[in-house]
């Protein structure tokens, strides 16, 4: 497979929280795509459970100072960024005191699910596009790993699909297994809007988006779809089995069948076969 910008748009990433299999995947297949000579650009929510100092976490001046509206409120948008020494990898983080500081991950002290967790998914996905941006950077492939990326896909098709940064990317969707039971709430549709993604476009789903209809939102604006782990809602897997959306499932050794679905998103480069 020829060389391919890959950016990743994680939920989670060892070290910097709790391994399970999001956390570990959050790092492990960035730093498989790299070692597959592959660049790869790598992105989470600096959540409020991630010690700065060590992770030796620090601000990007140049990136930050976006505001970005959700909800008609203005929400700074502030970058820091870090390296995995162990795997070579360096993450930026999206961070804002409303959405992440001094908060603990997608359930509260009690373990609920926060009621803003819609908000905060819209805000790292165009906190995570509008960075890239300024980076000058142009993914080939981007992948999403976790619901807080699950309005990735939406937004690169409508919203963001005339920037130079993604006019051509595929879209490639992980599905993990389910984390947060809470809807999203009667305004999730109204703060999801932003340019051309338009209200229209979401008539056809759930007033209240819960983690299913997220789903349902990513497969459609997808290219492929991965099944990360064994478990995933039945929901979601017959949904994208009748979209006809090609689809990779589970694997335990998943690096070089990953790079394979990678190849098959894009057949103009595939080889023609040799006339008789």
Known sequence: ???????????????????????????????????????????????????????????????????????????????????????????????????FGKRLMEKDENGEDYADNGERAIFFARGVLETVKKLRWVPDIIHCQGWMSGVVPFYVKTAYHDEPSFAETKVVTALFNKSINKDFGEDFKKCLEFRDAKAELLEGYQDKFDFNELGKLAIDYSDGIIQAEAGVEPELLKYTADKNIPFLGYQEDFADAYETFYKQLFPEEQAPEEED
């Open 1 to 99: 497979m020829a060389k391919k910008k890959i950016l990743f748009i994680n939920q989670e990433i060892t070290p910097y929280v709790p391994d399970n299999t999001l956390s570990v995947m959050g790092k492990s297949v960035p730093q498989a795509m790299q070692e597959l000579n592959h660049e790869i650009r790598t992105f989470m929510p600096k959540w409020g459970t991630i010690n700065e100092r060590r992770g030796q976490l620090h601000e990007v001046i140049r990136l930050s100072g976006m505001n970005l509206i959700i909800n008609d409120t203005d929400h700074p948008l502030i970058i820091k960024v870090a390296s995995i020494q162990s795997a070579r990898v360096q993450v930026y983080f999206i961070d804002n005191d409303d959405y």
